[in-house]
């Protein structure tokens, strides 16, 4: 596996371990929700654990979770704790997609794909919640998309 | 004799005309991205149909934008494709929108483990606007 490959997949497992720490962060705030954040908690939990053992098994020590992360704002309401569940999915989107620029590696390329399409969806669902409109945006991943 | 070896080949590829090359994988994804773009515009009465034809719309122009990036249209008079025409408006509309938008989601998510790097990145970031479409209609 290049190292180009390696590092991209790093940073991929950096937005997981975000993206852990802030559904443990909302779900205070998102009682009502409390099915989908447990869902996307679950699944960023077991992408976090493959990436670990991807890493390991192509060499390489799986970087570790920092003791926190910052919101883009403050988590204080559902509201907030919404832009904050969509923004760490932005995150794992643009990561992802990264990885997918960075190798040739079939399946790594499909384990990439399947992670940035659920966290697209996973973002689409979140901004319906949110009421925002569109709900969706029509390149996850791509920074101006 | 050495040389008559090296020659033959030389002496069938100047008369072999060039193979044309396989058709571009995108093309058929950006047909499918006009296409669900024109459904999705027949079938306004569907909630987020408007958002369906934008967002498969700016498929359509960024997938066809890399196929002439790759391959430059011969001459300013290249055909452009053509818009698809207004296709009839179906039984069930948003049933036929999710379909169209589970193949288009399919055949990108498809082609992604094969293309160039680049092409697996734009392709993969359209097979997640399809999936994320196919979450606004669920």
Redesign the interface.
Known sequence: MSPESIAAVQVALGTEHAAVWSYGLVSAFLAQQAAGVAEGANAHRARRDLTERWLKDNGATPQPPAAAYLPPQPVSDAASALTALVAVENDTCAAWRSVLERTDDQALRKTALEALTTAAVRATRWRKVAGTSPASISMPGVASG | MLLAVAVAPLAVACTTPPAPLPPDPLVELAASARADAALASTVAEVP?AA?VA??RG??AK?LQAEIDRERPPVSSSAPVPAAPSTPPTPPDPAAALRAALDTSLRKA?DL???LP??R??LV??????C??????LA
């Open positions: 987020s958002e934008k967002n700016e498929h960024l998510s992604v483990p094969t790097a680049h697996a990145a993969g970031s359209v097979a997640a606007g999936a994320s479409l196919l979450e606004v």
